[in-house]
């Protein structure tokens, strides 16, 4: 059992492809709808796995508004850029696929953010402070934004990201605290540390295994019906995400130590996809939830493959960059 539980963190590169193509399959042929509601609860399980341990002292300092205004800059003023100069480029004949483009750019941050830093060894503290701030001012700025980009103004209902944060994030969070000194209170922070802590990262990657299957199960069919448009999406979607890597990463081994880098680039390129595709079903339709359930397949193939690519190359301890900014 304790192989089973630890596969898919060891074996994450097959783990989530095979999990795609399980809820593709699965979704063709069975209405998982049902499964939606759980959704919320294995987002929480899956940020509750990474805050146990989390040090508040580090969440409460300032340490970390370097990376803290780099991203609020790349997340709201460059990214949504990007996303504008693309949609004008493939999209401007598809105006509804492009309202969907842009709500993928405008959200940014995730639980997916906390957990890919957890897994990628990066600063696990300031990725919340990311995912936290993003989530606010993307629910802040979006209605500008769309109004801008592609001329329809849409509400987004504030208080219902407050109350998403609260749960995907605080509570969690209070969970994570409430365990971690029940258990301190029989073991040293050492131990806990070295023989406890590891237990729980598999539990996070299961959490983002199940979200996963039942985001894409649940789409299935409507991506069936609407092949013809997935060419277009999934070259739009590639384009977008390649250029988000590289200006994040760009930007993270230039100017920032290996684990805010992490941080950076997960707070960065992962987007609040989730929420992007009930704001683009609602109210732009198929087109445009089509396109950011193809961004949920990217995304999710993307990080899996450049946080294997990154560790052997840029976002390895030896590199040297990191060895000047230490």
Do not use: C
């Amino acid at each position: 059992m304790k192989k089973l539980y630890r596969f898919p963190q060891k074996h994450i590169m097959l783990s989530v492809p095979l999990i795609l193509v399980l809820g593709f399959i699965i979704g063709s042929f069975v209405d998982t709808s049902f499964l939606r509601p759980t959704i919320l609860i294995a987002t929480m399980v899956m940020i509750y796995a990474t805050m146990v341990g989390l040090d508040f002292n580090e969440l409460k300092s300032l340490k970390g508004s370097k990376t803290l205004f780099i991203s609020i800059i790349i997340n709201f003023i460059i990214i949504p850029f990007v996303a504008y100069g693309i949609g004008m480029t493939f999209l401007k004949e598809r105006p509804i696929m492009f309202a969907g483009l842009a709500l993928s750019a405008l959200l940014p941050t995730s639980g997916m953010t906390i957990s890919w830093t957890m897994l990628q060894r990066g600063n696990v503290t300031l990725a919340v402070k990311l995912t936290i701030f993003g989530l606010l001012l993307g629910s802040l700025l979006a209605p500008w934004y769309l109004l801008l980009m592609v001329g329809q103004f849409i509400d987004i209902n504030i208080w219902a990201t407050v109350r998403t944060i609260l749960l995907i994030v605080f509570i969690p969070m209070i969970l994570g605290q409430i365990t971690y000194k029940l258990i301190l209170r029989k073991t040293s922070v050492k131990h806990f540390k070295k023989h406890i802590k590891p237990n729980f990262a598999p539990l996070s990657v299961w959490g983002m295994l199940y979200v996963v299957f039942v985001s894409i199960s649940m789409r299935a069919k409507m991506i069936v019906s609407n092949l013809e448009l997935i060419l277009i999406a999934l070259i739009v979607l590639i384009v977008f995400y390649g250029i988000n890597y590289l200006i994040s990463t760009t930007v993270a081994v230039k100017w920032l130590n290996r684990e805010d880098g992490i941080a950076l680039v997960n707070g960065t390129v992962l987007r609040n996809l989730s929420i992007s595709i009930g704001l683009a079903a609602t109210t732009f339709g198929a087109e445009a939830a089509l396109i950011v359930t193809l961004a949920f397949i990217v995304q999710q193939q993307s990080i899996t493959y450049y946080s294997r690519v990154s560790e052997k190359f840029w976002f390895k301890e030896e590199h040297p960059a990191w060895k000047e900014a230490l």
